[in-house]
């Protein structure tokens, strides 16, 4: 029996974690990103609410004209009509319509009055809400640029701690490294850990007295009775 190898496997444990935390990082960043990449769209899409209710009312306020334009041309034509008739009862006929139509035009007017008004206050929502989210937008744009420089070190990092970790597997004889590997399917689950005080560092429950006595010898691998870590004894 090769007795236990406890430095390397810890190092390799180390390395290990480190690699984990590594990839856990740039795993994240897609989520980080999509997360920021939402926020820019609503941003955007408040802009594009804020100039959709201003240009709502600028059709508005067309459509008012063209009511009124057309109502103009009515009277027009009352007042040609009433220049070419002779009885009296036509005539003041053509007086009620263009009465009827300069009253019509009077309320339009007051509603495009009320309309512009309007106007001019979208018009400061929309300059204000612009300025605001133009500047928010810049802000996440400059957190995505930073998340993708921070993709590319995580990148490196991943590559470089694979190959560290890969070099102390070489170190750890065939046999230790399996029972590492079996007890490291679980990602952040610490494989050897101490017994101090006749208690496992990983479950925290006391171990055996028998297996108290092999972590001391650390004549070969041993494991808790209780959870199966690697168990070296610490004084």
Known sequence: MVAISL????????????????EQQLQAVPRERAAIEGKIAAEKSAIETAK????GLESKKKQLEL??????DK????????????????????T??????QTGIGKLEEQEIGIMLSIDEAKKRFSAAEAELKQNIAGHEAKIRVLRERETQLEADVKASQDTVALARQEVPVPQLKIYDRIAVKPGHPVCVAVTAARCGG????????????????EQVTTCDQCGRIVYWMP
């Open 7 to 22: 430095e390397k496997l810890l190092v390799l444990q180390d390395r290990d974690r480190k690699r984990l935390s590594f």
């Open 52 to 55: 959709a209710e201003w240009h």
């Open 67 to 72: 009511e009124i334009g057309t109502s103009e």
């Open 75 to 94: 009277i027009g034509k009352y007042r040609t009509q009433q220049a070419q008739v002779r009885k009296n009862d036509e005539y003041q006929a053509l």
């Open 96 to 101: 009620h319509e263009i009465e009827t139509a």
């Open 203 to 218: 479950c925290h429950l006391k171990v055996s007295a028998n297996v108290e006595l092999e972590a001391r010898k650390l």
